[in-house]
């Protein structure tokens, strides 16, 4: 797909360490960037962003400014917040011409294009109206790809989309990868939605919740359940399916094989006729434990004991929690990290070096340790090539989290006779390492959710011709790497509205 390899690439394409700040390659452009909802954080990194890329910046408001960019303001709060901030009253006609008063697409955009796009009515701030009913009577404003979408956790149809994804999921146990795709895009988009769907009617323009999904969402709307999914719960392939590709390291490939070779409990699985996978008797020895929901604050314990061994051998180690907990989640099945250094030399060696302590120490039941590939963007769509340990930790019950404690409690092995309680739980973490230069796209590949990074691919794909990676973005064109160095700056590449991890629940 790419024939040079990625680090003769990285060397072809100057990407400065500190950029030179243009004096403005665009006269007749000055922005003012409106710190209000935005945060002096994330306006400081786009006035970089667009200095970087030769636009002038204006830090105060003044008669120079021709383009007034603004994040989740209306126009009239945009009016009101510029005076209260110079004292002077702005005007904002239809006849007048400058400055435009802009939302932040316009300035993604020309972030994109490399120069400032022409001002469209679409680009225009709004005065305001109410958001939902906007919402409600506008669908064209609900955007095709989930990661044009802002999704928050908590959303207003899940009545709905639980019908929905139950039916994806049977689609995916029988192969059905279209179908799957199909309920998951109307699940998402009505996850999307800042109210709550009323009739099926307000499903005419939403894009993907036309046909099958259309009679299921009127079917809940107007009786409370819908019957194909009640059937398929009460389904026998269903049920045995659900149970055996919730066993770690089992996929819907070999849950089906085993289905069709009798296998209906997982007692079932101590025939010695079935031979499982060092990954899956793992799972299955620690079996209820994993279904147990790990919580955020088992997440932010297990982060800690990570954190501890890593920086026994790196004291300035990075870690991150990523995957459902850092979108908000409260709960997850998993506890997922991102290990980084600036020194990539500094990588090398230690996650292993970290299991290897912790395993000493009694606080590891299963681990994979998946070197890092050498060809990391030619990685299939399910896994990438990062050095990554797939692992089930021990960890210890109660309060216990500094290295003596540990040893003082003699945490670790639940064999011992009359013991009533338990005093470890199994956790399944991954914990993946990546070079600093690649941390941002493995950030945002970590963070998930699984359909947002299915959105996002496919939205790079198609409508930008780039392809997108938790290693990096590759231009198919021009067929170079596109450096960043935060989550923002992949978007502003992709020409895409920042979405916050909190918002990519799709
Ligand atoms: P998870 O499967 O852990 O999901 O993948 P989650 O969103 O954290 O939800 P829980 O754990 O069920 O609560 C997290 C992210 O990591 C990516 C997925 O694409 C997802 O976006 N991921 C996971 C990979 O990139 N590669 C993998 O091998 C596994
Ligand atoms: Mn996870």
Request: net charge neutral; glycine share 6%; charged share 25%.
């Amino acid at each position: 797909m790419f024939p040079i390899p990625l680090k003769k690439r990285k060397k072809e394409i100057p990407v400065p360490a500190h950029p030179e700040v243009s004096a403005g390659l665009f006269p007749g452009v000055s922005i003012f960037l409106v710190e209000r909802r935005m945060g002096a954080a994330r306006r400081g990194f786009l006035t970089a962003l667009a200095q970087r890329k030769g636009f002038t910046v204006a830090q105060d408001y003044s008669d120079e400014v021709t383009h007034v960019v603004s994040e989740q303001n209306s126009l009239t709060e945009v009016l009101g917040w510029i005076e209260r901030k110079t004292g002077r009253q702005v005007q904002c006609t239809g006849e007048q011409k400058s400055p435009h008063f802009l939302d932040i697409g316009w300035f993604t955009e020309s972030m994109s294009s490399g120069k400032p796009v022409p001002v469209d009515a679409r680009h225009c701030l709004q005065d305001e109206r109410t958001p939902s009913s906007t919402a409600k009577t506008d669908h064209s404003a609900v955007l095709p790809y989930a990661c044009q979408r802002r999704t928050p956790l908590i959303h207003h149809n899940s009545q709905i989309t639980d019908v929905l994804e139950i039916l994806a999921q049977a689609a995916s146990f029988q192969a059905s990868e279209v179908r799957f795709l199909g309920f998951t895009r109307a699940a998402s988009m009505l996850k999307s939605l800042p109210y709550k769907l009323q009739s099926v009617e307000e499903t005419e323009n939403l894009l993907w919740c036309g046909g099958h999904c259309k009679s299921v969402i009127q079917e809940i709307l107007e009786d409370g359940v819908c019957r194909e999914a009640e059937e398929i719960k009460a389904s026998k392939h269903y049920q045995c399916m659900k149970l055996l590709t919730s066993i770690f390291g089992v996929g819907v490939r070999t849950a089906e094989q085993w289905y069709k070779d009798g296998v209906r409990r997982l007692d079932d699985l101590k025939d010695p006729k079935f031979k499982l996978t060092a990954e899956q008797r793992a799972g299955l020895e620690h079996y209820a434990d994993l279904q147990l929901p790990v919580t955020r604050e088992e997440a932010e314990r297990m982060q800690c004991m990570i954190r501890e061994a890593l920086q026994t051998f790196v004291p300035d180690i990075q870690i991150t929690m990523t995957g459902g907990f850092r979108r908000g989640k409260q709960q997850g099945h998993d506890v997922d990290f991102l290990i980084t250094h600036p020194d990539d030399n500094a990588l090398t060696g230690v996650l292993k070096k970290a299991m290897d302590w912790m395993d000493g120490k009694g606080l590891l039941l299963y681990r994979h340790l998946k070197e890092r590939s050498h060809a990391p963007y030619k990685v299939n769509r399910n896994m990438d090539g990062h050095e990554t340990c797939y692992s089930i930790f021990a960890l210890p019950v109660g309060d216990l989290k500094s290295e003596c404690e540990l040893e003082a409690s003699g945490v670790v092995h639940r064999t011992g006779s009359g013991v009533t309680s338990p005093i470890w739980k199994a956790i399944r973490v991954d914990l993946v390492v990546t070079p600093f230069l690649e941390y941002p796209y493995a950030l945002l590949g970590w963070t998930g959710s699984k359909h947002f990074e299915r959105e996002l691919r496919r939205y790079s794909w198609q409508e930008k011709k780039m392809t997108l990676t938790s290693h990096g973005l590759f231009n198919g064109e021009k067929k170079c790497l596109i450096l960043a160095t935060s989550e923002e700056e992949i978007f502003a590449h992709l020409g895409l509205e920042y979405v916050p991890p909190s918002h990519r629940n799709a």
